[in-house]
């Protein structure tokens, strides 16, 4: 099973792919963990940051290569990302190539005051990544496009609890 974990920064997603992950013992590949590597190397990231596209697809393509490796050995994997519907398609493909099922999960929240609190109280600690302030995050759900279908979309104003409910039933798993 491949499954992407994509929707708005500070909504949920990495929780969601945790979670999912450990129901299904699948490795988890993050785009923040595996670009703060990058990240500290400053010779790398000045050539990998701006502009931020081939920063995105330089992180879709290091994504792509653990999923594969994954898939390839039989196992499962998700993604835990801000996506693009042009990484979707070829992560869809790379499912399709390894005989895996493909599923999108979309993670957002309605309550913009809810969506800031989480956001100003959290703290990840991803070695060499950044925290972001909350004008980044307002920007990003503002210029965020949403995925093609199918997809299940969560919505972090309800718990945690239910979401994962919602995502085990998308997913056909149990906990």
């Known amino acids: 099973m491949l499954v992407v974990v994509s929707g708005w920064t500070g909504a949920g997603k990495s929780t969601i792919a945790d ?13 923040d963990w ?14 990998v940051e701006v502009p931020a596209q081939r920063q995105r697809e330089i992180g879709w393509s290091l994504l792509s290569r653990i999923a594969e490796q994954q898939l390839r050995r039989g196992s499962s994997c998700v993604l835990d990302l801000v996506a693009r519907e042009q990484a979707r398609e070829k992560w869809k493909a790379l499912a399709e190539r ?6 999108v999960i979309e993670c957002i929240c309605s309550d ?3 969506h800031r609190t ?6 990840r600690d991803i070695p060499d990544w950044y925290e972001l302030a909350w004008g980044d995050v307002l920007r990003g759900r503002k ?18 609890t239910a979401n994962l409910a919602q995502a085990r039933s998308f997913l056909d798993i149990t906990s």
Do not use: Q
């Not at 450990?22 to 490795?27: E, S």
């Not at 989480?118 to 703290?123: A, K, V, Y």
């Open 143 to 160: 210029n965020y496009a949403p995925l093609a279908e199918p997809k299940l979309v969560l919505d972090s104003v309800h718990s945690l």
């Open 19 to 31: 979670s999912i992950a450990g129901d299904i013992a699948a490795t988890v590949a993050s785009f």
């Open 34 to 47: 595996i670009m703060s590597g990058l990240r500290s190397l400053p010779d790398v990231w000045t050539t």
């Open 112 to 114: 913009e005051e809810i």
């Open 98 to 103: 390894n005989g895996a099922t493909y599923h």
């Open 118 to 123: 989480r956001i100003e109280g959290r703290r």
